[in-house]
């Protein structure tokens, strides 16, 4: 399972994959990078699945052009001088594939990039011409990371801790960042209200855009324009460009949620004896993260799902109610150790202990 971060599209298997191709975009600092356009396969039509003449699904793996680098110092240059703007030139260069009858999806997640969308906005040609582009077209987020943009939990704030910005200078990059994301949903809002006498014109939105989700993004998503702020729910991935393209007229969705329906979680849990799901280090179990859906989707079939994680710092009572049945846990408790120390050979090693032990206690 992914959940729409970077690298998302490799996960989808060639079955499901009519076509694949590589289209280049700036990265933060300039440099050429590709990412994936895929267009889907049709699945199985379930009943008021789809609507009559709905077009093609495609899936841009956008997250890989801002993805958030593991050096600090790196990501603290591309928070200082990065820019989104390739995010717009990739979604451009995307649409221009599709029909207006299609849906494209774009996964994105956190990044060091900090700007607000405006260098995406600009790729697109500015408010007008990003509004012209998408009118009649569905375009959906898939969002791996659901962090609000500002605020004290926003992913200005958190620049700190994943860059070796200091929190003064994090501040103030995020004060830009959400004067220009809230000046792109104000330009959106003057222009609809222009053009439509005050009637708002809504997004297009595709079957996938009833996928399930939790009460809380659902209550924050882009089906209310007024509400659209730099506090809610989802605006803070790529640099603030969530919330630049949802007041262009997008929709939102948590990422493990849409694709689970993309690589048919749904279907591939029927008739199976066991769910597996894994996680680096697991704290919580949030509904729609990658553990969460997993978990959901074999309870809803009755199904024993077991948890690896390098780390597990969560309760029972919590995995159970997530419809966990049991942890199998790479670092063993009060273990001075990290899970993920030592070489790689080592881990594998220690990853192929604990799966002798997960087939030992399950097979029949």
């Not at 990265?27 to 077009?55: F, H, I, K, N, W």
């Not at 809610?232 to 262009?248: I, K, P, Q």
């Not at 309870?299 to 049945?325: D, F, K, M, N, W």
Request: aromatic share 2%; charged share 15%.
């Amino acid at each position: 399972m992914v959940d729409g971060g970077p690298g998302s599209a490799q996960a989808i298997c060639p079955e499901r994959i009519a076509s694949r191709e590589a289209i280049q975009g700036r990265g933060p600092l300039g440099q050429v990078r590709e990412v994936d356009l895929v267009r889907l396969v049709p699945g199985p039509q379930r009943a008021g699945s789809r609507r009559p003449g709905e077009g093609r699904t495609w899936f841009l793996d956008a997250a890989r052009l801002l993805a958030l680098p593991a050096d600090p110092d790196e990501g603290a240059q591309e928070a200082l001088q990065g820019s989104t703007y390739g995010l717009g030139q990739a979604i451009g260069a995307a649409l221009s594939r599709t029909h207006s009858s299609d849906t494209l999806l774009v996964g994105l997640s956190r990044s060091a990039v900090h700007d607000g969308g405006a260098g995406a906005l600009d790729a697109l040609g500015g408010a007008a011409a990003a509004m012209d582009l998408l009118a009649g077209r569905s375009l959906g987020l898939v969002l791996a990371d659901d962090i609000a943009l500002g605020g004290m939990n926003g992913a200005g704030a958190a620049l700190a801790d994943v860059t070796s910005l200091g929190p003064p200078q994090a501040q103030e990059l995020d004060r830009r960042a959400c004067a220009a994301a809230t000046e792109v949903v104000n330009t959106t809002g003057t222009i609809r209200k222009s053009s439509s006498g005050g009637r708002r014109t809504l997004p297009v939105v595709s079957a996938l855009d009833g996928a399930q989700m939790s009460s809380a993004s659902a209550a924050a998503d882009s089906g209310g324009m007024g509400r659209l702020g730099t506090s809610v729910w989802g605006t803070g991935a790529a640099g603030g460009g969530a919330m630049a393209l949802r007041a262009l007229g997008a929709w939102a969705r948590p990422g493990a949620r849409v694709m689970a329906e993309i690589l048919g979680l749904p279907d591939a849990v029927l008739g199976q004896d066991l769910v597996v799901t894994a996680s680096g280090e697991l704290y919580d179990v949030l509904a729609d993260s990658i553990v969460g859906v997993v978990g959901q989707h074999a309870a809803s079939q009755a199904l024993p799902c077991a948890l690896v994680c390098g780390r597990c710092a969560t309760t029972r009572g919590e995995l159970a109610s997530a419809g966990i049945s049991t942890s199998y846990s790479v670092q063993e408790p009060h273990s001075v150790e990290s899970w993920d120390a030592g070489s790689p050979d080592a881990l594998e090693a220690r990853l192929t202990d604990l799966g002798a032990r997960l087939a030992q206690t399950w097979s029949h």
